[in-house]
């Protein structure tokens, strides 16, 4: 059974940091993709951020490029989102998603399993 637990959510004033986590667990996939969507409300799912196990590619929504910064500890299957430069704007849900080696990159459907997401909320 996958299980993908996410966590580091919660209320910052702008300007200011969090870190998610993303713990995955019960995949078979080999060689994997994992990523960051984030949903606000009345918005359509965007996606901000991937990683790739086999070789640590990265990718980013430019809306975040050089803020956010993804990492990870494949021993721990685990893999931190940290977001620094918080706007008001990155205000939204925030699923962890896991892939296949082929998912890499930022588009929903690619990605096979998807957490049950933590709220990030930016106060102006």
């Known amino acids: 059974e996958v299980q993908i637990v996410e966590s580091g959510g919660g209320l910052v004033q702008a300007g200011g940091s969090l870190r998610l986590s993303c713990a995955a667990s019960?995949?078979?996939?080999?060689?994997?993709?994992i990523g960051w969507f984030r949903q606000a409300p009345g918005k359509e799912r965007e996606g901000v951020s991937c990683?790739?196990?086999?070789?640590?590619?990265?990718c980013y929504a430019d809306s975040v490029k050089g803020r956010f910064t993804i990492s990870s500890d494949n021993a721990k299957n685990t893999v931190y989102l940290q977001m620094n430069s918080l706007k008001p704007e990155d205000t939204a849900v925030y699923y962890c998603?896991?892939?296949?080696?082929?998912?890499?990159?930022?588009?929903?459907?690619?990605?096979?399993?998807w957490g049950q997401g933590t709220q990030v909320t930016v106060s102006a």
């Open positions: 998603v896991v892939g296949s080696r082929w998912s890499y990159g930022l588009r929903p459907y690619d990605y096979d399993y």
């Open positions: 990683i790739s196990s086999s070789d640590g590619s990265t």
């Open positions: 019960g995949f078979t996939f080999v060689d994997y993709v």
